[in-house]
């Protein structure tokens, strides 16, 4: 009964409030935590206003206009997050960041450190779980079914299908594939078609 109270009251509001949130509709995240540990500093405190999906209230979204996203990622949603997309940052779908993770697109120019270099994305595949205070250095590549270890400094791609970890990160094992069957899910919200197909294909 309260789970379905929070959705009828919360949980349209933060559906419409969050036009890129796409996760389970009930078991993930009560939506009134959302709404007052998340929407309010986001939009009443002016905490990463222009993120169209949660953040904490201790993570750092910058350029968020450069990044895209899949469903059942959230990038900054964990704690004390540091997402930096001036040089942009793709992100699949199934992404979860652990807390203290640092993902950093560009760095500040040798000659000029008022100014960013400018350097190709960064790409993150699908099924993506990053470890605590992991950081991602600009223009790395990280594969499909990939789990990066805490602590991990990367600063070169990760092919998929590896478990990697160290600093530099590197690949130390194969990973098993995900098998998680993303079809017995009950979404908070109708998903668009390319997510709709995503989610066909993971079983």
Known sequence: MLTRLDFLIFGRLINWLYPQYYRPKSGYQRYYILFF???IPQKIFRLNPKVKWPVHFTSKVIAPNNISK??????????????????????GSNV???????IISANHNLEDLSKHSTSKKITIGNHVWIGAN?????????GNNVVIGANSLVSSDIPSNSIAVGNPCKVIKKKEPYNQDLNLITFNKKLPEKFQEFVKSTF
């Open 37 to 39: 540990h998340y929407w």
């Open 70 to 91: 899949g469903i059942l990622c959230d990038p900054g949603d964990n704690i004390n997050n540091y997402i930096q997309a001036i040089n942009g940052i793709d992100f």
């Open 96 to 102: 979860e960041l652990g807390p203290g993770v640092s």
């Open 134 to 142: 992991t950081t991602i250095l600009p223009e790395v590549t990280i």
